[in-house]
């Protein structure tokens, strides 16, 4: 299983690299999104209270995980769009791959890529949103977490609407409900990291890293069932 | 075949929700009495409550009847778990609509971010995505696989959805009528026998659903074979087709 999973990363990964389509498309889309929320919420609102930070600083953590959502389903659309074309699925199968090794090597191409994704919009959201960073040991384990837990829940749920005439829209209608839990404990743990005091986040943290577990561990069992005759 | 899809049984049981949501109506708005703090407000609760009852009911049931499709792959529950998804989507609309209604007197909007609520509503978005994969463009029985699949992973996800919300909010609202409701005698009638009728409501409405989807069904397989038969009346040799079907 390990073994498989090792080879479709790394055949996901290779692709990648031949067609930049992540780091060319995605991550500028996903910067895109950033600018975008600066210009809806606007910079120089500032909350009432006695610290004189900025909406924007305040929403920071929110706003960097809401466009990582978003570049992540461009990137899942990805990961399955490369596999539609002939028949891919098919051969993966007969080549006599483990299903579990197939999900589990997807799911860690998609990762190493939102990561590299994720350090890139995270130094930008930074910058643009004027955020500090009191804890980063924190901050990349619930990046790490986090992430494992989109890409394992996204991946299988791409997976359940993938296929040759299925239309893309339901893959954002499927995962992201699914994925409000993790938005939620990956925003708070972000914050945390970002703002401190940082003993809440890693509780938040630990509880990412069930859902990571959680979904992983779903995915691995119900990956055959979801490739046979599909 | 038959030319509706009603029979003895579920006219009967027709009727009876008929009369049921009748004898609600009239004890839940005159009977029952208006409650101290929400005044009249508190009927809407005789609407509200069943509807999750229903809601709830439905969604097990599709786990149930999902987890059956898995295991012996028969049509029967594929169909019973989409009916039952259905009607238990409807119901949640219900739910949310009653509890905006209901939320404007007693909490003075119509929306909070309570965590029952918001997980609500994520539950019933999660459940209309559930209802478009039933509507995907695949072979019948790979659709019917994945379906199942995605219904006993939603019941997962609907838990913990539940419980992430709630330690996200915090504070909690305890019974869903507040600490300080009382309820009366007849009050507790009236929410019981509300319960039984939308049950009765919501049976009568799965019954149907179900051979609506069993006769679509049937009709597609007759596709099939009048297709096959056409094919083999254009192959003379028919030795091409002959042991199909």
Do not use: C
């Not at chain 1, 090792?6 to 950033?34: T, Y």
């Not at chain 1, 509780?203 to 577990?213: E, N, Q, R």
């Not at chain 2, 008929?18 to 009249?40: K, T, Y």
Request: aromatic fraction near 10%; proline fraction near 4%; charged fraction near 15%.
């Amino acid at each position: 299983m390990l073994h498989d999973a090792w080879v479709m990363a790394r055949k996901d990964l290779r692709i990648e690299r031949g067609s930049r389509v992540v780091l060319g498309q995605i991550l500028p889309f996903g910067a895109l999104v950033l600018i975008l929320f600066g210009l809806a919420i606007s910079p120089d609102l500032t909350v009432l209270g006695t610290e004189r930070r900025t909406v924007l600083a305040q929403a920071a953590p929110g706003l960097f995980w809401m466009a990582v959502l978003f570049s992540s389903l461009l990137a899942l659309g990805r990961s399955f769009a490369i596999e539609a074309a002939d028949g891919n699925l098919d051969a993966l199968k007969m080549a006599g791959l483990d299903p579990a090794g197939i999900f589990v090597g997807k799911s860690v191409a998609v990762t190493v890529e939102l990561m590299v994704l994720e350090v890139l919009l995270g130094f930008g959201a930074f910058v643009l949103y004027g955020a500090p960073l009191a804890d980063p040991v924190l901050l990349a384990t619930a990046l790490l977490l986090a992430t494992t837990a989109v890409t394992s829940a996204g991946t299988l749920y791409a997976a359940l609407a993938s296929g040759l005439r299925v239309r893309d829209t339901l893959v954002p209608l499927l995962v992201l409900p699914v994925l409000a839990p993790v938005l939620l404990a990956a925003t708070l743990a972000t914050d945390a990291a970002v703002f401190g005091p940082t003993g809440n986040g890693w509780s938040w943290t630990m509880l990412l890293g069930v859902f990571a577990l959680l979904y992983l561990g779903i995915g691995m069992l119900s990956f055959g069932p979801i490739m046979e005759e599909s | 075949m038959n030319q509706t899809t009603g029979s003895r049984a579920t006219r009967i049981l027709g009727v009876g929700a008929l009369v049921a949501l009748a004898v609600m109506l009239v004890f839940g708005l005159v009977f029952s009495p208006p409650e101290v703090d929400q005044r009249d407000a508190v009927r809407l609760m005789y609407i509200h409550l069943p509807s999750v009852a229903v809601a709830y009911t439905g969604f097990a049931i599709t786990l149930v009847a999902s987890v059956i499709h898995l295991r012996k792959g028969s049509v029967f529950w594929d169909l019973v778990a989409g009916a039952a998804a259905e009607i238990a989507v409807l119901f949640t609309g219900f739910v949310l609509i009653s509890g905006a209604l209901w939320g404007k007197p007693t909490w003075g909007v119509y929306w909070q971010w309570d965590p029952r609520l918001t997980s609500t509503t994520v539950m019933f978005i999660m459940y209309l995505g559930y209802l478009a994969l039933r509507r995907l463009d695949l072979p019948p029985e790979v659709r019917s696989r994945r379906a199942a699949i995605l219904g006993i992973i939603s019941f997962i996800n609907v838990i913990i959805v539940h419980y992430s919300v709630q330690w996200w909010r915090g504070l909690h609202q305890g019974q869903t009528l507040g600490v300080d409701t009382k309820l009366d005698g007849m009050m507790l009638f009236t929410l019981f026998l509300s319960v039984v009728a939308f049950m009765t409501v919501g049976a009568w409405l799965l019954i149907h659903r179900f051979r609506v989807a069993w006769l679509e069904y049937q009709i597609g397989l007759l596709g099939f074979e009048h297709a096959l038969a056409e094919r083999r009346a254009e192959n003379e040799t028919s030795g091409l087709y002959g042991s199909g079907a």
